[in-house]
């Protein structure tokens, strides 16, 4: 299943799209840290998806970089979907 949206931050001054595919049971082999996400992407709102800031396609492309608000966002994907 595939799961979009937008997280805003900062009060609502800066927004993170994202897009998840996952799945109802955890994969060892594709998923992120063995879970249900197999694909992850996360942008910055306004930017096109050749820019992403996160890109997971059942391995790491572009890991999520030292950023607070960033980290954050992965963080609460993960939680909700992994």
């Known amino acids: 299943m595939w799961s979009s949206?937008?997280?805003w931050m900062n009060?609502?001054?800066t927004g993170y799209d994202y897009q998840v595919k996952h799945y109802e049971e955890p994969s060892e082999t594709y998923g992120?840290?063995?879970g249900r996400?197999?694909?992850l992407h996360i942008?910055?709102?306004g930017t096109n998806w050749?820019?992403?800031l996160v890109s997971y396609e059942r391995g790491w492309d572009r890991h999520c970089p030292d950023e607070y608000e960033v980290?954050?966002?992965y963080a609460l994907l993960?939680?909700?979907f992994n």
Do not use: L, P, W
């Open 11 to 13: 009060e609502g001054k």
């Open 32 to 34: 992120i840290d063995g």
């Open 5 to 7: 949206g937008t997280i």
């Open 37 to 39: 996400i197999s694909k």
């Open 43 to 45: 942008k910055k709102h």
């Open 50 to 52: 050749g820019n992403a």
């Open 71 to 73: 980290k954050a966002v």
């Open 78 to 80: 993960i939680e909700k």
